[in-house]
């Protein structure tokens, strides 16, 4: 319960650099990156009253709850890497719920420190082999469905990273990644239909959905 607690203190107080960024890298393509220091309601001087990134205290709570979870959920060994993951989730879901694109100046970092830590997690020789092959085999399927079905470039580039961090738990936790997923995507799909906030052609973000997957397994895996 304390974890818990402390790490939905530290999640509250890292949503106020993670919104900065979430608004920051929000903006269509072609448009240069925001320069602005928003308050947790959205307030920027240089915008006025023009509320600019993610609705009020959104950013926060998320960053909250998930600090909480992985507080009480994360393994010690794996903490670093689901942090990681976590700070540039937090950031990357609100950005392709915003604008419907995963900037390479956050997918990029995020894989670099992603295959920095698996080794530092896990020392075996053949779990890197794993990760490797997972992080290879994410990216390829998902590079096939950006050229074969209407998922983002983004999507295929933010794949590698995810890969590699299913691939310390197993190959049961990258298939269960994957599964987790499309489950998230297709409930959230079939809830914006219900709530008549989309249409059947309507294009959707997927990367929420990657990422919320990729925790989901990560944190079943561990306690199995």
Do not use: I, N, Q
């Not at 719920?97 to 997918?107: I, N, W």
């Not at 590699?164 to 297709?186: D, I, K, P, Q, T």
């Not at 959707?204 to 990729?214: K, S």
Request: proline share 8%; glycine share 12%.
């Amino acid at each position: 319960m304390l974890a818990a607690v402390v790490g939905a203190a530290v999640g509250l107080c890292a949503g106020v650099p993670l919104r900065a960024a979430a608004t920051r890298y929000a903006v269509p393509p072609g448009e240069p990156w925001r320069s602005c220091l928003p308050t947790p309601y959205g307030r920027c001087p240089r915008h006025g009253e023009r509320r600019v990134g993610p609705p009020p205290l959104s950013v926060e709570a998320v960053a909250a709850a998930l600090g909480a979870v992985l507080g009480a959920w994360a393994p010690g060994r794996w903490l670093p890497l689901l942090v990681w993951l976590a700070l540039f989730g937090t950031v990357l879901g609100f950005v392709d719920a915003a604008v419907k694109r995963l900037p390479d100046a956050l997918t990029g970092p995020l894989f670099l420190g992603t295959a920095v830590l698996v080794p530092l997690t896990d020392h075996d020789p053949a779990v890197w082999l794993r990760c490797a092959l997972a992080a290879g085999g994410l990216g390829l399927l998902f590079l096939l469905l950006h050229l074969l079905a209407p998922v983002g470039r983004g999507d295929a580039k933010l794949a590698p990273a995810l890969g590699a961090a299913l691939g310390l738990a197993g190959w049961r936790a990258v298939y269960g990644g994957l599964f987790y997923m499309w489950l998230v995507a297709g409930l959230w799909a079939v809830t914006l239909l219900v709530l008549r906030r989309a249409g059947r052609r309507s294009e959707l973000a997927f990367g929420p959905a990657m990422l919320l997957g990729t925790l989901a397994a990560l944190l079943a895996a561990a306690h199995r």
